[in-house]
């Protein structure tokens, strides 16, 4: 079984670097968004990505397995991301734990699960 990952339905976007920033809305509590709008406080928060999250996020468009993108990460990175497959599965983890990212699977003959 492969599994896919695919960004959330979240805003982000690509700077002119190639960086990317994800913009994440903050889950306020009525009494917190009193305050902020008192104080003129931001409501989101800006995510910025280093040079391989970011590829790694523009890679996680559900068109790809993990084992793909491991390979494709370490023939971008190389020596720079190894061990390439601990370090983009945890990157992946922490993707899916913040719920930026979603993860699908399907079996070998490409079905959904």
């Given at each position: 079984?492969?599994?896919?990952?695919?960004?959330?339905?979240?805003?982000?976007?690509?700077?002119?670097?190639?960086?990317?920033?994800?913009?994440?809305?903050?889950?306020?509590?009525?009494?917190?968004?009193?305050?902020?709008?008192?104080?003129g406080?931001?409501?989101?928060?800006?995510?910025?990505?280093?040079?391989?999250n970011?590829?790694?996020?523009?890679?996680?468009?559900?068109?790809?397995?993990?084992?793909?993108?491991?390979?494709?990460?370490?023939?971008?990175?190389?020596?720079k991301?190894?061990?390439?497959?601990?370090?983009?599965?945890?990157?992946?983890?922490?993707?899916?734990?913040?719920?930026?990212?979603?993860?699908?699977?399907?079996?070998?003959?490409?079905?959904?699960?």
């Amino acid at each position: 079984m492969d599994v896919f990952p695919v960004r959330a339905n979240v805003d982000w976007q690509e700077l002119d670097s190639g960086s990317i920033v994800i913009v994440v809305n903050k889950d306020l509590r009525p009494f917190e968004e009193k305050v902020a709008d008192f104080l003129g406080a931001p409501k989101t928060l800006r995510r910025p990505l280093d040079e391989m999250n970011s590829r790694l996020w523009m890679l996680m468009d559900g068109k790809m397995s993990v084992n793909q993108i491991v390979l494709e990460m370490d023939r971008i990175f190389s020596e720079k991301i190894a061990p390439a497959n601990e370090r983009v599965n945890r990157s992946i983890a922490d993707f899916v734990n913040l719920g930026l990212v979603k993860l699908n699977r399907s079996d070998i003959d490409g079905e959904a699960e």
